[in-house]
C-alpha cells in the first residue's frame, strides 16, 4: 500500500453511513480531482482516487469535515474536528474554496428558493434541462457546464440571489471574491470546469490541445504578489467552433462594450481624439469637460456605482487638469486640490464590488503649477470620507499605489506654462497614446508593452524640447495578468 492509501474497509464503512444528500455533496466536492469520473456514484469515486493516489486520510477527513459528519471523523477516522480544522488551517486540503463556497450556501436555501432560482435561470440557459427537483449543487453543475458559472464568474448567481432577496448569501460570495483577490497566500486545489469533466479521459496534466480548454491555472507567488486560481473561459456559442481562446495569463477581454471609459478633460484639449481612439477600441466612453472639484467628485461616485460594470471586462478613466504632483484643481480658481489617490480608490475592489478582480486602468495628465502659483483656501470634503482633504504645500502627500489588484496607473506631469505658451495644443503624451492604440500593430501589443513604447516617444520629444516644457512619466500598476485592449 502507498502512502496515499486508503483502506478499503475505511471506504466502504463510510459509503454505508451517508445519505443521499450528502454523497451528492462529497461528489460536488470532488468533482476536480476526478474529471473524468464527474458522473460516478460515491463509492466509484472514492476508490478511483485511491487507486490514483489522490485521495489520502487526511483528505478523507476533509470530505466527512465538509459534509459535518464529525461523528464518522471519531468513529471510523478516530480523529477530532478541531485537528481537522488545525490541517485545513495549514492549507492541507484537496477541495477547492470554491467548492466549499458552493456547499455553504446550498445548506443555505430552502427547496422553494432553488426552485424560485431554477425558474430565473431560464432567461439565461433556456436550454438547460429543468427539473422541479433539481438540488442547488445540480443547478451549478449544469451552469457550469454551460460556462456560466466559475470560481471567478459568479455574477449570474449574485443576480439570482439578489432577486430572492438573499443578500446574506451575496454577501458570502462578495466575501470569498476579496479574500481570493486579497489575502490569498497559499497554492489551491485545482479547479476543473465542469465542460471538462464532462469530456471522456481529459488528465489534468496534460489535455487534448483539440478539446478548446486549457490547464488550470494554480497560484504562484511572484515578487511578493500571489496569483488567483482562474478557470480558462470558453466563449458560449449557439454552434459551430469555439472561434476564441482565452489564456489563463490574460485578462478576459470579451465582452461588449469592453467597459466605461471615463474621459474627464478640464483642459478641454484632448477629449474628441480620446472619446475617438476609445469608442473604436469598443468602449463606453462617458465625456465630461470643465468641471469644478465638487462635480467631479460625484461624476466619479456615479460612475463607480454603474450596474454596467457587472457585465464589462474593464474599466478606463482619463483625467486632464492642472493640479499639483498629488492632486488635481479641476475648473477651481482655489486650489484645495482633490487627491489622485482618492479617485483610484472609488474603483477599487471593496469599493466597486462590479470591478473586482477586472482591470482598471487610469492615464493622467497633469499640467503642474508652482507652488507659490497655489492657493489654499477651500477644503473639499470627500463622500464616504470623515477627513477634510486639502493640498496645503505642508502635508506629504505621497502618490503611492496601494497593493490593491488589477490596477494600471500611468501619470505624465508637464509644467503649466506648456499650455501658457500654447493653450490649444493637445497634451503629447495623450496624442502618442492615440497613436499606439489607433495602430493596428501596435494594439495587438499589450498594455504594459506599448507603455514602454509610449516611454520611448515622449523621452525623444524631450531630447528635442527646453527643459522647462518636459514631459515626465509614471507608471504604476498591480496587474496580474497580461492585459491587450483589444478583444481576446
Known amino acids: 500500500m502507498t502512502r496515499c492509501q486508503v483502506p478499503a474497509v475505511l471506504i466502504h464503512q463510510i459509503e454505508q453511513e451517508l445519505d443521499k444528500e450528502e454523497e451528492e455533496i462529497m461528489v460536488f466536492l470532488c468533482r476536480d480531482l476526478a474529471p473524468d469520473l464527474a458522473t460516478a456514484d460515491l463509492r466509484e469515486l472514492l476508490v478511483a482516487l485511491n487507486e490514483r493516489e489522490k485521495l489520502s486520510f487526511l483528505g478523507l477527513s476533509e470530505l466527512l469535515y465538509r459534509v459535518k459528519r464529525f461523528d464518522l471523523l471519531r468513529r471510523i477516522l478516530k480523529t477530532e474536528k478541531a485537528t ?3 490541517n485545513l488551517a495549514r492549507s492541507l486540503r484537496i477541495v477547492p474554496d470554491y467548492r466549499v463556497l458552493m456547499v455553504e450556501i446550498n445548506e443555505n436555501l430552502e427547496k422553494e428558493e432553488v426552485s424560485s432560482l431554477v425558474f430565473l ?3 439565461y440557459a433556456p436550454r438547460m434541462k429543468m427539473a422541479k427537483d433539481k438540488s442547488f449543487l445540480a443547478l451549478v453543475i449544469d451552469l457550469e457546464k454551460l460556462n456560466l458559472v466559475a470560481p471567478n464568474q459568479l455574477d449570474l448567481i449574485e443576480s439570482c440571489f439578489r432577486n430572492i432577496h438573499r443578500i446574506d448569501l451575496i454577501r458570502k460570495i462578495q466575501k470569498y471574491k476579496y479574500e481570493a483577490l486579497m489575502c490569498s497566500v497559499h497554492p489551491q486545489p485545482v479547479y476543473v470546469n465542469a465542460l471538462q469533466a464532462s469530456l471522456p479521459n481529459l488528465s489534468l496534466i496534460d489535455p487534448p490541445c483539440n478539446s478548446g480548454v486549457h490547464n488550470v491555472n494554480k497560484e504562484e507567488p511572484r515578487s511578493g504578489q500571489s496569483l488567483i486560481l482562474e478557470p480558462v473561459h470558453v466563449p458560449i456559442q449557439e454552434s459551430g467552433p469555439v472561434s476564441h481562446k482565452v489564456f489563463d495569463d490574460q485578462y478576459r477581454m470579451q465582452s ?12 478641454g484639449n484632448d477629449t474628441d481624439m480620446l472619446e475617438e481612439t476609445f469608442r473604436d477600441l469598443g468602449y463606453d466612453v ?16 456615479d460612475v463607480a456605482r454603474l450596474q454596467k460594470h457587472r457585465n464589462c ?15 488635481v484643481f479641476c475648473t477651481d480658481h482655489t486650489f484645495s486640490g482633490f487627491p489622485l489617490e482618492q479617485i483610484k480608490k472609488y474603483f477599487t475592489g471593496d469599493s466597486c464590488p462590479e470591478l473586482l478582480g477586472k482591470p482598471k486602468l487610469f492615464f493622467i495628465q497633469s499640467y503642474i503649477v508652482p507652488e ?7 477644503l473639499l470634503e470627500v463622500d464616504g470620507n470623515d477627513e477634510k482633504i486639502t493640498a496645503n504645500a505642508k502635508i506629504p502627500w505621497k502618490v503611492t499605489i496601494p497593493q490593491v489588484a488589477d490596477i494600471f496607473w500611468s501619470q505624465c506631469k508637464v509644467d503649466v506654462s506648456t499650455l501658457e505658451k500654447s493653450p490649444s495644443s493637445s497634451s503629447y503624451y495623450l496624442r502618442c497614446l492615440a497613436e499606439l492604440l489607433r495602430n493596428p500593430h501596435k494594439r495587438k501589443l499589450s498594455i504594459l508593452d506599448i507603455h514602454t513604447e509610449l516611454n520611448r516617444k515622449v523621452y525623444e520629444w524631450n531630447k528635442t524640447t527646453d527643459p522647462s516644457q518636459q514631459y515626465s512619466l509614471l507608471l504604476q500598476h498591480t496587474l496580474r495578468k497580461k492585459l491587450f485592449l483589444s478583444p481576446t
Do not use: K, W
Request: glycine content about 4%.
Open 84 to 86: 481537522v480544522e488545525a
Open 121 to 123: 435561470l431560464r432567461d
Open 256 to 267: 461588449r462594450p469592453l467597459g466605461i471609459c471615463l474621459i474627464i478633460d478640464c483642459i
Open 286 to 301: 462617458h465625456c465630461h469637460r470643465y468641471l469644478n472639484m465638487n462635480t467631479m467628485n460625484q461624476t466619479l461616485l
Open 313 to 327: 471586462d474593464s474599466f478606463i478613466c482619463i483625467l486632464v487638469s492642472r493640479g499639483s504632483p498629488q492632486s
Open 372 to 378: 507659490n502659483e497655489q492657493e489654499c483656501t477651500s
